[in-house]
């Protein structure tokens, strides 16, 4: 699969596939939603040349109000490393949500939503809100992003 495609549901655009050089973002910046809502828990994948659109399309949008929501751990990867993904440093609050895989101690995978306004941020610490295993109630970590801290170098970098 090439490409993206890209759906409105509840005044949000669910933006889902493989960012590359076949993918077209240009349709969202002739809508006039304000926030423009843009859902990438479907974009599993992003290469080079999906990267570089990307970027020019979070430029392009200017100082519109935008909300990026649960964004693929292949798109958090890409803000730590270039913050312009999203539009540049004062753009990073655009970020509201991010969907990523969580484990338990007793190897419940799961795949959740996380409000960044619900992590718990002290200097360069930060914490995820307590969620626990509706199997085991166990507390559930980040399963394979690493810590916190590195998985969400983008708060905590400056
Ligand atoms: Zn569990």
Same mark, same amino acid.
């Given at each position: 699969?090439?490409?993206?495609?890209?759906?409105?549901?509840?005044? $949000?655009?669910? $933006?889902?596939?493989?960012?590359?050089?076949?993918?077209?973002?240009?349709?969202?910046?002739?809508t006039?939603?304000?926030?423009l809502?843009?859902?990438?828990?479907g974009?599993?994948?992003?290469?080079?040349?999906?990267?570089?659109?990307?970027?020019?399309?979070?430029?392009?949008?200017?100082?519109?109000? *935008?909300?990026?929501?649960?964004?693929?751990? *292949?798109? $958090?990867?890409?803000?730590?490393?270039?913050?312009?993904?999203?539009?540049?440093?004062?753009?990073?609050?655009?970020i509201?949500? *991010?969907?990523?895989?969580?484990?338990?101690?007793?190897?419940?995978?799961?795949?959740?939503?996380?409000?960044?306004?619900?992590?718990?941020?002290?200097?360069?610490?930060?914490?995820?809100?307590?969620?626990?295993?509706?199997?085991?109630?166990?507390?559930?970590?980040?399963?394979?992003?690493?810590?916190?801290?590195?998985?969400?170098?983008?708060?905590?970098?400056?």
């Amino acid at each position: 699969m090439s490409g993206i495609k890209i759906t409105k549901r509840n005044d $949000v655009y669910y $933006v889902e596939g493989w960012l590359d050089e076949l993918s077209d973002l240009q349709p969202l910046l002739k809508t006039t939603d304000a926030p423009l809502r843009l859902n990438f828990r479907g974009v599993t994948s992003i290469n080079s040349i999906g990267l570089g659109g990307l970027i020019k399309f979070s430029e392009a949008l200017r100082d519109r109000p *935008v909300e990026f929501l649960e964004l693929h751990p *292949v798109i $958090v990867e890409a803000v730590n490393i270039a913050p312009l993904t999203v539009g540049g440093q004062k753009k990073l609050s655009r970020i509201k949500s *991010v969907f990523v895989p969580l484990n338990c101690t007793g190897r419940h995978p799961i795949s959740l939503p996380i409000q960044i306004k619900d992590l718990d941020i002290k200097g360069k610490v930060i914490e995820l809100p307590a969620i626990h295993c509706e199997r085991c109630f166990a507390p559930l970590h980040l399963d394979e992003l690493g810590d916190p801290e590195d998985f969400f170098f983008f708060l905590v970098a400056n």
